[in-house]
């Protein structure tokens, strides 16, 4: 989503969190009316009408058309679907940033010298340390079990607890006790056991 983009979506929000402006955008997204009729429904006065119909028409949300000397406002009923669909569809608005400093806090706090302090008993914070091991691994090559525990071993004690936890999220798979990294792609999002 582009700054413009996100911009917009703000002011979008700002002037919907309006009563009046919302109760506004009700009385015409029943049918066209003046600056009159609008005062009479909502029991304001026509300036502040005027105003809040201003605040929609920058938004492009409402227009006008002249019929001799009244004014007729009407909603666009598409730039208001466009502007819904944009908020729904709104995936960047939260930037992914957020995950990797999570991960990188869970690592800090289990991880120091590249040595696994302890493995966390939740299975989230399990994960990301079990990914931050298969980094040790390279895809394609076979491991027999005992040099799999070599390399595991000056990173944490229990290399069976970590060989069996690679294997359930599918981070690292087993044959005939000889292992092989996973692609990333193929793991599973939490362990099966």
Known sequence: ?????????????????????LKLVGALAQQERSVEELASILELKEPTVSHHLSKLKELQLVHMRAEGNTHYYYLDL???????????????ITPPVQEDVWETKVLHSFVENDIIKEISASRKKRRIILKWLVQKFELERLYPEQELNQIIKPIHSDTATLRRELVGYNMMKRENSIYQRVPESDWRMDSNH
Request: charged share 20%; hydrophobic share 45%.
């Open 78 to 92: 598409d730039a208001l679907q466009a502007m819904q669909k944009a908020t729904l569809t709104a995936t960047e």
């Open 1 to 21: 989503m582009s700054e413009q983009d996100l911009t917009t979506l703000v002011q979008f929000f700002k002037a919907l969190a309006n009563e009046s402006r």
